[in-house]
């Protein structure tokens, strides 16, 4: 039997979507989530001295969205075509340019540079980025998945964006539009997910 582990802090952030992967195809892992206080002894034992990695069959591999998709295509969470997985990395694409201006209005010290990055990533990111999402979703009939007629890692890495802004600021959720919150509601009542959903620890980010 293959052992899967997954080590990341205990945040969402880079180790949720491969997380909802492999509650979503229903497979078995060990959900590894070190404190902060741990991670300095930790990090010389990980593959580039960052999270997550994943211990698979003995072996660890990291960098995380290299990792999500691996897990995607292994576990048939990639879509049916090659077409199909074009579209899942061109939203894998979008989603991590967003993310990346997220953590860095986030984390940004200088208060000024921090206000500037903040007003750029609501006031222009977030529309633009969306409005790519919306189209995207259009062009599979607005059915809230990316591809096909199930969930996706591309829905998977999209529905995890939302929560991450959702943290930042709630009334984000208010500008969502309905094919938007019909790939949320399609992931919540994914039945395994719902199950996942329903039990996972509230974390910061
Ligand atoms: N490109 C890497 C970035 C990983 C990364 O930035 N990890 C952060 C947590 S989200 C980390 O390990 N920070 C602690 C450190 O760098 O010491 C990936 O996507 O896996």
Known sequence: MSELKVVYFDLRARGEPIRLVLEAAGKKYEDVRLSFDEWPAEKPNTPYG?????VYNGKKYGQSLALANFVAREFGLYGKTNLDALRID????????????????KFENDETKKAELSQKLWDEAVPK??????????YNGNTGFFVGSTVSLADLLVFNLLDSLIAEKAEIA?????????LRSNVQKHPFLNAYLAKRKNVPF
């Open 174 to 182: 208010n500008t969502f539009s309905p094919e938007l919150n019909k």
């Open 50 to 54: 960052q999270l997550p990695y994943i």
């Open 90 to 105: 061109e939203v894998s694409g979008l989603t991590a340019d967003l993310v990346d201006s997220v953590f860095k209005a």
């Open 129 to 138: 980025y969306f409005g790519f999402f919306n189209t995207l979703l259009s």
